[in-house]
């Protein structure tokens, strides 16, 4: 079992739904929780952290993370065609020398 | 203000090649990263450098990948001997400093690498 664990996808949703992205992992170390956007040929850009359980709100984009059961989720609202890439899950333990694992990704398509 | 690039963008090199890539981080940036993205899959930590120090690298696969960063500012992926299943996107990030979990790593575009 890896340690993150993230459906590939694709995920077809028509323009303006809400998307929910999710991801689970096994290490109860992790305490930081990240999601990137990666658009086709680019590389990956970060576009919310968390440090904790809870939910944090940025614009359209909702990151909930539950540590009880190792689960994270990003929400997507009035989701855009802008919105189809590839959206990676990725989390590490607060040890300065521990490395960024992400998830395979999972493949959104927003239809017009 | 310029992100991180890479080059080349693409790449084809027959099996037993050696091939560099490079990348240029954000200027001022001391911490640089190398990630292998294979096709489907997240990026996988390769190996960390703080200035020209290459601190960490436990994610080379093998004897056949060495990076460097002499002067602390570009770093070079060297690949000898290329097998297929080294085919991969590499990709490079950096950022300010990697001390406790507020940097940010921003990522170039990547090189993609086929082995044939």
């Known amino acids: 079992q890896k340690e993150v664990e993230q459906d590939p996808g694709p995920l077809s949703v028509p323009e303006g739904a809400i998307v929910s992205l999710n991801c689970t992992y096994s290490n109860s170390a992790f305490q930081y929780f990240m999601w990137y956007r990666q658009y086709s040929r680019k590389g990956p850009e970060l576009l919310m952290y968390?440090?904790?359980?809870g939910n944090k709100e940025d614009g359209r984009f909702t990151a909930q993370v539950d540590k009880s059961s190792k689960y994270i989720s990003l929400f997507i609202r009035d989701s855009q065609p802008s919105d189809s890439a590839t959206y990676l899950c990725?989390?590490?333990?607060?040890?300065?020398?521990?490395?960024?694992?992400f998830g395979k990704g999972t493949r959104l398509h927003i239809l017009p | 203000g310029a992100g991180v690039s890479q080059s080349p963008r693409y790449k084809v090199a027959k099996r037993g090649q050696d091939v560099a890539l490079r990348c240029d981080p954000i200027s001022g940036h001391v911490s640089l990263f190398w990630y292998q993205q294979a096709l489907g899959q997240g990026p996988e930590f390769l190996t960390y450098?703080?200035?020209?120090?290459?601190?960490?690298k436990s994610g080379l696969p093998s004897d056949r990948f060495f990076a460097e960063r002499p002067e602390g500012s570009v770093s070079t992926l060297k690949i000898q001997r290329t097998q297929q299943e080294d085919s991969a996107v590499y990709l490079c990030?950096?950022?300010?400093?990697?001390?406790?979990?507020?940097?940010?790593?921003?990522f170039g575009p990547g090189t993609r690498l086929l082995v044939l």
């Open positions: 990030a950096s950022s300010l400093l990697r001390k406790g979990v507020q940097e940010t790593q921003y």
């Open positions: 990725a989390m590490r333990t607060m040890n300065r020398d521990d490395k960024i694992i």
């Open positions: 450098f703080q200035n020209e120090a290459q601190l960490d």
């Open positions: 968390t440090y904790s359980s």
